[in-house]
């Protein structure tokens, strides 16, 4: 059987007050109790939200969901529709004799751009490379677009852009 007793903290009563403010407080002469029953919590966020699938799972990829870049000594525009983005790339620089080399993905409005990535190489002599593989999310607003950028014929970036929500932080369905 379970026991009730009373609990008597102003820093527990302080935070559901913060929690719960629709509930008004305590009422004077109204004291909050616990028991020692064991209760099962049973969390509904993802159903709640209008989702099915777990949020871990929401960046899965498929077939319809990602858009897959390859750039090489231009600059294309990747993703222009708003939302949260996760981006997985692979930045590949062989570098020029004397020559700075870069691969780069950025946000622009049409007016500015902001460098979010940038893989730089620089050397005298073309006997080595560089490469790296990363993962970053990004925000689009309206107007925004993701720009993807290779200086060279000797430098490389590719990958995948992929929606995980919308412009209000809504999940999008995995297709």
């Not at 950025?106 to 993962?135: Q, Y």
């Amino acid at each position: 059987m379970a026991e009730e007793f009373v609990i008597k903290s102003q820093a527990i009563e302080d935070k559901i007050n913060q929690l719960l403010p629709s509930q008004g407080g305590f009422a004077p002469g109204v004291d909050f109790s616990a028991s020692t029953m064991v209760m099962p919590i049973i969390d509904l966020t993802e159903t709640a939200e209008g989702s099915q699938v777990r949020q871990d799972l929401q960046i899965s990829s498929s077939l319809n969901r990602n858009t897959a870049f390859s750039v090489q000594n231009t600059t294309t525009t990747v993703i222009n529709t708003t939302g949260y983005y996760l981006i997985h790339y692979a930045s590949t620089i062989v570098p020029e004799t004397g020559v700075e080399v870069a691969n780069n993905i950025s946000i622009t409005d049409g007016i500015s751009t902001k460098k979010i990535i940038e893989h730089k190489l620089r050397r005298g002599s073309a006997n080595f490379s560089s490469t790296i593989n990363d993962k970053i999310t990004l925000f689009l607003d309206a107007g925004d677009s993701i720009t993807v950028t290779s200086s060279s014929l000797n430098s490389f970036i590719s990958g995948s852009a992929l929606q995980v929500a919308d412009l209000q932080g809504n999940l999008t369905q995995v297709s």
